[in-house]
C-alpha cells in the first residue's frame, strides 16, 4: 500500500476530503503530522479545497461542508454550513412576524439569515445576545433595539448574561416580555433542545420563559443530537422551523409535545 508521504498532491488532496469529512473538523497540525507533509503545504491544500467548495476553511484547520460546527467555531465559517437550509427557515421565521411585534432574538449562524428576511418588516421591537445583528439589520424595520449585557463569547459574537434590562430613570429592573422569540439551538432530540455553553442554556431558557411564543429554529444536521446543556423540554417550544422533518420517532415526540414543525413544505401562518 502507498504510504502517505508518498502520495502526489491531487491524491493527497482527496485523502484531506476523506480525512475532514469522516472527523468534521480538523486542524493543520493533526493534517499535517497525518500526511507528513508541513504545515504550509496543508495550508495552501486547504485554501485551494476552500476555493473549489470541498471544505470549509477555518482558523487553524478545516471543517466538513456537512459538519455539525464546534462549540468556538467561529460565526462565519457556520454561516457557510448548509446556506439554502438556513435561508430556508429564515424564509419561515420570517412568516410569523408581523409588524409592530417584540421579539427576542438570540445568536446563531440559522439567525443570521432571519435578521435579512426581516427586514421588510416595519416598528420592530427586537431584544437580542447578538451582536451582529445591529449591523445586519435593516434600520427602517426596527423601532427599538436592546442588547443583553454580559461577557462576549468572540467566536460566535453573541453576549451571554442575565435577560434583563434596568431602567434608565429608576435604575430598577423591568420585567420584559416577547411576543416571539426565535432561539436557535445546537441540538434537539426527544428529550428536547440542548447546546453547548451552560450559561448560554440558561439563558436561552430565561427567553422562553418570558415569550409568549417560542420558536426554535434548526436545522436538519441539530436533529437527533444530545448537547452538554439542556435548554428544556420539547414543549418549550411552539414551533419547530427546521429544513426537513426530524424521523419518525423523534416526529412523534415534537406531536406529543404539542409542537408545531414548519418546513418548507409546511408554511407558516403569521403570528397574532
Not at 476552500?50 to 455539525?68: E, N, Q
Request: charged residues 20%; proline residues 4%; negative net charge.
Amino acid at each position: 500500500m502507498e504510504s502517505t508521504s508518498n502520495r502526489l498532491p491531487a491524491g493527497r488532496k482527496a485523502a484531506i476530503i476523506q480525512q475532514v469529512n469522516s472527523l468534521g473538523q480538523v486542524t493543520v497540525t493533526t493534517l499535517a503530522q497525518h500526511f507528513n507533509v508541513s504545515s504550509d503545504t496543508i495550508r495552501r491544500d486547504l485554501d485551494q479545497l476552500d476555493s473549489d467548495g470541498a471544505l470549509i476553511r477555518t482558523h487553524g484547520g478545516a471543517m466538513s461542508t456537512f459538519a455539525v460546527p464546534w462549540h468556538d467555531t467561529r460565526i462565519d465559517d457556520r454561516l457557510r454550513l448548509q446556506p439554502q437550509q438556513k435561508r430556508a427557515i429564515a424564509s419561515l421565521a420570517a412568516g410569523l412576524v408581523c409588524d409592530g411585534a417584540v421579539l427576542f432574538i438570540n445568536g446563531g449562524s440559522t439567525v443570521l439569515p432571519l435578521i435579512h428576511e426581516l427586514g421588510i418588516k416595519r416598528e420592530l421591537i427586537i431584544a437580542t445576545n447578538n451582536l451582529r445583528l445591529a449591523s445586519e439589520l435593516n434600520p427602517d424595520s426596527c423601532r427599538d433595539l436592546y442588547v443583553f449585557g454580559g461577557h462576549v463569547r468572540i467566536s460566535g459574537q453573541v453576549t451571554i448574561g442575565p435577560v434583563a434590562f434596568a431602567s434608565s430613570i429608576s435604575g430598577i429592573e423591568n420585567d420584559i416580555r416577547a411576543d416571539l422569540a426565535f432561539i436557535a439551538v445546537g441540538a434537539f432530540d426527544e428529550n428536547g433542545f440542548s447546546t453547548s455553553n451552560l450559561d448560554e442554556a440558561a439563558m436561552l431558557a430565561h427567553m422562553a420563559e418570558r415569550a409568549r411564543r417560542v420558536a426554535i429554529l434548526a436545522d436538519s444536521s441539530k436533529a437527533g443530537r444530545r448537547l452538554f446543556a439542556s435548554i428544556g423540554p420539547l414543549s418549550l417550544a411552539d414551533y419547530l422551523i427546521t429544513d426537513m422533518e426530524p424521523s419518525a420517532e423523534l416526529l412523534e415526540s415534537l406531536h406529543r409535545a404539542n409542537v408545531e414543525i414548519l418546513t418548507p413544505k409546511t408554511p407558516a401562518g403569521k403570528e397574532n
